[in-house]
Antibody
Framework: QVQLVQSGAEVRKPGASVKVSCKASGYTFTSYYIHWVRQAPGQGLEWMGIINPSGGSTTYAQKLQGRVTMTRDTSTSTVYMELSSLRSEDTAVYYC????????????WGQGTMVTVSS | DIQMTQSPSTLSASVGDRVTITCRASQSISSWLAWYQQKPGKAPKLLIYKASSLESGVPSRFSGSGSGTEFTLTISSLQPDDFAIYYCQQYNSYPWTFGQGTKVEIK
């Protein structure tokens, strides 16, 4: 079945970096863009950016520019989201989501990865 | 950035009630809007795409309408499984923004 499986929870100190993975299966990896969305505890959803798994091109939310990097490995059907210079405000659940062009919506989501930034 | 404003923020309703949630965009987004349902500890689930198209497998009691700047999500007869938080999201332009969410709770 179509699924996105993310890496496990992470704890980092302020100023450090974190890299979260999202492994796709059950469909042609290069045919669907992958987005990243985060959700701080008790808060709403925040769009972070998009990566085209085919060519690797990216677009990031302006507020995260310079701190976020999205990459992909087509050999393992995995996309990565790395966030640097972490702050306490980056504590959140990070989700990857597949964008369906025919629906123009996120039709498949990863299970989420909790990232905690604490000294 | 396009601001998405949902109302109400919280809605108390009973099983069997008809429920309507509104989402307003700060500028026209045509029909580039989706609705998601999120339950505690879970990822969001797609309900409605392109403002009014029902995602496969989603019960027909869910419906969406609207275009331009005003959109609604309607649940025709609220069921116990429907108590959750609902988010709208626009896809018209980057950054793709979400509404702040509407919590549907048991009355």
């Amino acid at each position: 079945q179509v699924q996105l499986v993310q890496s496990g929870a992470e704890v980092r100190k302020p100023g450090a970096s974190v890299k979260v993975s999202c492994k796709a299966s059950g469909y042609t990896f290069t045919s669907y863009y992958i987005h990243w969305v985060r959700q701080a505890p008790g808060q709403g959803l925040e769009w972070m950016g998009i990566i085209n798994p085919s060519g690797g091109s990216t677009t990031y939310a302006q507020k995260l520019q310079g701190r976020v990097t999205m990459t992909r490995d087509t050999s393992t059907s995995t996309v990565y989201m790395e966030l640097s210079s972490l702050r306490s405000e980056d504590t959140a659940v990070y989700y990857c989501a597949r964008f369906s062009g025919s629906r123009a919506a996120f039709d498949v989501w990863g299970q989420g990865t909790m990232v905690t930034v604490s000294s | 950035d396009i601001q998405m404003t949902q109302s109400p923020s919280t809605l108390s309703a009973s099983v069997g009630d008809r429920v309507t949630i509104t989402c307003r965009a700060s500028q026209s987004i045509s029909s580039w809007l989706a609705w998601y349902q999120q339950k505690p500890g879970k990822a969001p689930k797609l309900l409605i795409y392109k403002a009014s198209s029902l995602e496969s497998g989603v019960p027909s009691r869910f419906s969406g309408s609207g275009s331009g700047t005003e959109f609604t999500l309607t649940i025709s007869s609220l069921q116990p499984d429907d108590f959750a938080i609902y988010y709208c999201q626009q896809y018209n332009s980057y950054p793709w923004t979400f509404g702040q969410g509407t919590k549907v709770e048991i009355k």
